[in-house]
Every structure is written in C-alpha cells, then in structure tokens.
C-alpha cells in the first residue's frame, strides 16, 4: 500500500516511524516532510492545505491512503473533498469529516456539542463583537484567573490566562476589535478557570468503535514552572501517574463514550484520532478541549508505546472494522524533550548547524523543525527537534533523554529542564 503522510513536523515524524514498521507498506510519501522523514520515505514539496495540489501527488504516486497530520487541513475540509472527488473518491483518508474537525476547528461548536451530549467541561460563555460589553461585564463578576480562549484555530497559542481584571478585559478587546489572532478570535471564549492537573487522552476510532492509546502529559509554557507564553510543546512524557485504572474509567465512562455515541447520533463521519485535552478536578475529569489529531509533543511519546501495527489500525478505521483489534501497550515509560530555537515562541533565526550524537538503544530523535542542505542539518523552525527515550521507569527515561538533548548541538539550543517533575516519581512494573 502506498501511503501519503501530511505534515512536516515532530509528529509526523513519529507516524512516519511508526508506519514505516509496518508490513503492509510498499512506499511512505511525506507531504511536505522535514529531514528526519526523508530517512523513511520521499518527501514531497507541497502544501497539505492546498487540496488540488495534494490530490495531484495522490493521483502520480497511486497513493491508496492519505494519513492527515495538521488540523489545518481537517478543518478546511480534506476529507470531504477526498470522499466527494470523481476520481479519487476511493482514497482512504485517516481524518475526521469537516463537520467532525469543527470539534476543534470551533471551540464554541465543541461546548454546545459537550453540553448536548452531558459530557463535564468549565463553565463558558461566547462573546463576539456584538456582545462585547456583557463580556466585559461579566469577567468583573467572575473570580481570577481569567480564561480567554480564541474561538478558531491558533497554531496552540490562542488561550489567555491572566490574574489581572483589567489585562483580562483588555486582551479580549484586542482579541476580537483588533484580531490579535486573526478570523480564529472573531469569537472569544469566557471560560471558569479550572484548578487541576492536565491530561492528554488520545482514542483511535472508525466513528463507532474506539481504541484507547496511552495517555501522555505535555508542557506547553515555554519556561521553567511553566511560565511564559505558550508554545507547541516543550515536552511529554506517558504514562501519567494519575491517570490509574479508576481515573481511566471515568473518563471513558463520562467523555469517551458520550463523545463516541455523539458523533454517531448527530451521523458526523469521524475516522481517525480524538485527542481529548481534560484536566483532573478533584478526582473528576473535565474536557478542557478536543482536537481532531495526535497531540505533538504527545505522539512522540504515545506512537512509540504502541506495539499495533499502526498502519493495521488505519486500515480497520477506514474500514470501520476496528472492534476486531485490541491496543497492545508497552509497559516501558516515554519521556521526551523538545529543543527549541533561541527567541522561540517570538522571533528566532533559522539556518543554523545541527550536530547530532551517537544516541543507543531506546531513545528516537524526532525532527521537526529541521531541512538538509546537501549533507547538513540545519534548523528550520522554532521548534528543531524531540528527545524521546523509553526506560523502566520514568526517571530513568527522562534522564536519558536530557543526556541526549546536551550533547546535541546548534547555536541558540533551548530546552526546557523540568519537564515531568510534576509527576514524578513512577515505576512501572
């Protein structure tokens, strides 16, 4: 089987990994891919939003399977236009419909769709421009911190989270009158602050059936304890302390399976991943946000903990036979730690030289921002590249990755050094 991979980042690199593995492949194209993905198939120059040309690509290379990496592409639509093409209508695309990628593609939409469906999230409240001054009302009747969230997408870093009533009021006038994120904050989420600690869930599901992937915790502030603005992920690790058989059940028992029953009632075509953002309030789970795809940095600790043939999954997926098959997990701990580009979230300089050690058993480096040069590594975006080591326990997987992440080398190298402390420690037997 041909296979088409879209995407260019650390989780693409991980499903590339992980599908290369399989049997079942004849050849991976990476659309348009980094210079780690291009050690496991032929990348490909082109843009995963740019349907017509994608499907070009699918159509010279009899690609039989298009495996949807970014959301930007889901919520614009990549599936629909696969299943109602005249020609390429037969291609499997591993990716929620566009009316199923609006769970992510609309944080409003996935509230509404939360409330009809019973499943626990925070308390929120939509506010456009037409309804302004009720947001500002209201935030002054409402405790700190204050959450504001960007109702589109915003590449991860459309969420606001001040003390402060009157920074508070003020970025949610830049949000929406002056687009601080653009069309994504045309509507601005009022959300109750939950106290907590965060969980990344991940299902892989034919829109009926489901299978529950490991579970992960990632770290999305830039600095240490975690403060600074946002990010794409500094870091992961899986399994999650917490995250015991009971807390497991409650959450398939009051998010998974309502959102599951949710899809098919509302007859919303969803194959492919659910990554359900939840925090952990007093021991009850609260869906913080879904997403429509593996979480990055959270798929370069979870794709490495299934032990399925991957693409094997996929298949049943689209073919909406994946009640036959049960997720098989490695017990071994995942620990991984993303470097960064100096300057990164905010202006960074690309083009700098990558040296790369010798690095032994259990450990991966994921690319991510990263291109060759003829026969040199450079750095090509904020985020360069993830550290993912696996190991008894996860102390013992952390400290091999940070070994890693020391003797990697490039100008302006950043990581973060507290990533999985909160958690610690676990052993797993």
Known sequence: MNVLLLGSGGREHALAWKIKQSPLLTHLFIGPGNAGTSALGTNIDLNPE????????????DIEMIVVGPEASLVKGIYDFFKNHNKLGNVKVIGPSLRGARLEGSKDFAKEFMKRHNIPTAFHTTIT???????LALLETMPPPFVLKADGLAAGKGVIITDNLKTAQEKLIEMICHKAFGAASEKVMIEKFL?????SVFVLTDGKNYLILPEAKDYKKIGEGDRGPNTGGMGAVSPVAFANQTFM?????????????????????YIGFIFFGLINENDNPKVIEYNCRMGDPEAEVVIPRIKNDLLELFLASANQTLSNHKIEVDPHAAATIFLASKGYPEQYEKGKTIV???IGIGSIIFHAGSRLSGDTLLTN??????????????NEAL???????????????????DIGKDVLPIKIE
């Open 249 to 269: 059940q409650k959450i398939e028992q009051q998010v998974i399976k309502p959102t599951i029953k949710g899809l098919a009632k509302e007859n919303i075509d």
């Open 195 to 199: 106290n907590g600690i965060e969980l």
């Open 50 to 61: 740019n349907f017509e040309e994608v499907a070009t690509c699918v159509a010279n290379n």
């Open 399 to 417: 400290d091999k990755s940070y070994a890693i992440a020391e003797k990697i080398e490039f100008e302006g190298k950043y990581f973060r050094r």
């Open 356 to 358: 790369l050690p010798d």
């Open 381 to 394: 975006g904020g985020r360069v590249m993830a550290v993912t080591s696996m190991a008894d326990s996860l």
């Open 129 to 135: 421009s037409k309804n302004l001054n009720e947001g």
